[in-house]
C-alpha cells in the first residue's frame, strides 16, 4: 500500500491504477443511487413490498429531493476542502449504511427520515466526487475522453445492477422479502466500493484549496443578477419535470397496458440507463456542431411532447404494450439528452467564467426543484384517480415540454442579442459535467 503513503501527483500513478479508480468512481455513481430512485425501475413491486401508496412512495423520493436542493450548493463547498478519499469512502459507507436500515423495512416516518439521511450521505458528502476524481487522474487532454468513458461505465453499471435486482425479484414471489433482498444486495455493493475506495484511492497533491474562495458572496450575487443564469435554470426547470416525468411511464405500462414485470423493468432500465450510453454524447456532438444547445433542446422537447402526446391517444389495449414500451425508449432517449446538455446553455447565455461556479450551483437548486414536490402531487394523482390520473400527469408534462421549448427560445434569444468573449468559450466542453 505504498501508493497511499504521502501527497500523490498524476504522473506517480500506474495507468492501470488511474484506469481503476475510473471504473471504481463511475461504476460506484450508479450504485449509490439507485437504492433512492428504485421506483424508477421496479415502481410496482417497490410500492407493494413497502406497503405505501402511491403518493407516499412519491413523497419519499421528495424528501430527497427537497433534503437534495438545499445540499448541492454547500456540497461544492465540502468537495474543495475535503479530500476526494474521504468523500468517497465516508461517502459510499455511510450509504450503505442507510441503505440496511431501510431494508430492514422499518415504519413509514422512518423511511421518510432514512430519504432525508441519504440526500446527506449522497449529496452533500459525496456529490461531485466522481468527477473531481476523474479529473485528479486524468491529464488535461485525457478528461474529455475519460469523462465520456465514465458516463458509459455508468450505464454499463445501471444496466448490470438492475437486471440483477430482476433476478432477484423474479426468483422470490414475496415483494416485501424481495425489496429487502435487493436492498441488502445494494447496500453490500456500495459498501465495497467504500471499502476500495479507502485502500486504493489516494491522498492527491494540491487537491485541497487553501485560498479561501470556495464560496464567494459577491460572485453568487453575481450570479444572480445575470440573466442568463436564470433563463438557464428556467429552462433547467421545465426540463426536469420532463425527464423526471418518464418515470411515470413505468406505472402506466404496467397499470394500463397489464405488461408483465420482466417488460416494464427491463424497458425500464433501458430508458434509465441504457439509452444514456447514447442519448448525451450524440445530442452533446449535434449541440457542439451548431454552436447551440438551445436549438437542440427546443426540438427535443418537441419529441418528448409529442410521445406524451401519444399515450393520450394510443388504444388502451395489451397489443399495445409494446409500442409504448418503443416510445418509452424513444422518450428515454431525448429526455436523458435534453437533461445531459441543458447546463451548456450557461455558456450560450455568456455567464462569465468567474461566476460559472455560482451559475451552476444556482442551476442545481432551481432546476432540480421538481424532483422535491413532483413524485408526491403525481402519485396522490394515482391515488385518488386510479388510471384516469395518467391523462393529466402527461398533459402536465406536455405543458412542461412546450414550456421548455418557449424558454430555450429565450435563450437564444438573449444569446444572439450578446456577444461573448474569448473566455466564455473556454469552458463549451465543460459545461455539461459542472451540474451533474
Known amino acids: 500500500m505504498n501508493f497511499l503513503k504521502g501527497e500523490k501527483k498524476l504522473s506517480d500513478l500506474s495507468r492501470f491504477h488511474k484506469m481503476f479508480l475510473i471504473v471504481l468512481i463511475s461504476m460506484g455513481s450508479s450504485i449509490i443511487y439507485m437504492p433512492v430512485y428504485l421506483k424508477n425501475v421496479f ?6 413490498g413497502l406497503g405505501v401508496s402511491n403518493e407516499q412512495l412519491g413523497a419519499l423520493v421528495g424528501m430527497y429531493g427537497i433534503m437534495a436542493t438545499i445540499l448541492y450548493i454547500p456540497s461544492g463547498i465540502v468537495a ?9 469512502w465516508v461517502g459510499f459507507a455511510a450509504t450503505a449504511l442507510a441503505v440496511f436500515w431501510y431494508a430492514a423495512m422499518p415504519s413509514y416516518g422512518v423511511l ?16 461531485g466526487t466522481r468527477f473531481k476524481l476523474v479529473r485528479l487522474v486524468s491529464s488535461e487532454e485525457e478528461y474529455p475522453k475519460n469523462i465520456g468513458f465514465s458516463y458509459g461505465l455508468y450505464g454499463v453499471a445501471g444496466l448490470i445492477f438492475n437486471m440483477i435486482a430482476l433476478g432477484v425479484f423474479g426468483m422470490i414471489a414475496d415483494q416485501t422479502r424481495g425489496v429487502t433482498t435487493v436492498l441488502i444486495i445494494m447496500g453490500a455493493i456500495i459498501l465495497l466500493f467504500g471499502i476500495l475506495s479507502f485502500f486504493f484511492i489516494p491522498k492527491f497533491e494540491g487537491e485541497i484549496k487553501t485560498d479561501g474562495k470556495s464560496f464567494n458572496l459577491s460572485e453568487f450575487a453575481e450570479a444572480l443578477r445575470h440573466p442568463g443564469a436564470w433563463l438557464a435554470s428556467i429552462s433547467m426547470f421545465f426540463i ?3 425527464y423526471q416525468g418518464m418515470n411515470y411511464t413505468t406505472p402506466f405500462l404496467t397499470n394500463v397496458f397489464g405488461a408483465s414485470l420482466g417488460l416494464v423493468s427491463v424497458v425500464g432500465m433501458i430508458r434509465t440507463y441504457g439509452i444514456t450510453l447514447i442519448s448525451s454524447p450524440i445530442l452533446g456532438k449535434v449541440a457542439e456542431k ?6 437542440v433542446i427546443m426540438v427535443i422537447s418537441a419529441v418528448a411532447a409529442l410521445c406524451y402526446g401519444s399515450f393520450l391517444i394510443l388504444p388502451k389495449t395489451a397489443a399495445m404494450a409494446i409500442v409504448v414500451a418503443v416510445i418509452m425508449v424513444v422518450l428515454g432517449f431525448v429526455g436523458n439528452g435534453a437533461f445531459g446538455i441543458a447546463s451548456s446553455q450557461l455558456t450560450e447565455t455568456k455567464v462569465p467564467i468567474h461566476v460559472f461556479g ?3 450551483g444556482m442551476v442545481s437548486v432551481i432546476g432540480f426543484l421538481p424532483e422535491s414536490f413532483m413524485h408526491q402531487w403525481f ?5 385518488r384517480q386510479g388510471n384516469a390520473a395518467f391523462t393529466t400527469i402527461f398533459g402536465i408534462l406536455i405543458v412542461c415540454a412546450v414550456l421548455s421549448i418557449g424558454a430555450s427560445l429565450l435563450v437564444r434569444r438573449y444569446a444572439k442579442k450578446h456577444t461573448g468573449t474569448g473566455e466564455d468559450k473556454k469552458i463549451v466542453k465543460e459545461v455539461d459535467t459542472a451540474v451533474e
Not at 112 to 127: C, N, Q
Open 290 to 295: 451548431i454552436n447551440s444547445p438551445a436549438k
Open 379 to 383: 402519485g396522490g394523482m394515482i391515488d
Open 358 to 360: 455560482a451559475a451552476t
Open 80 to 88: 474543495d476542502k475535503v479530500r476526494v478519499r474521504t468523500l468517497a
Open 43 to 48: 415502481y410496482e413491486p417497490l410500492m407493494v
Open 240 to 242: 426536469c419535470f420532463v
Open 112 to 127: 421518510l427520515f432514512i430519504f432525508g439521511l441519504m440526500a446527506v450521505t449522497t449529496i452533500l458528502i459525496w456529490w
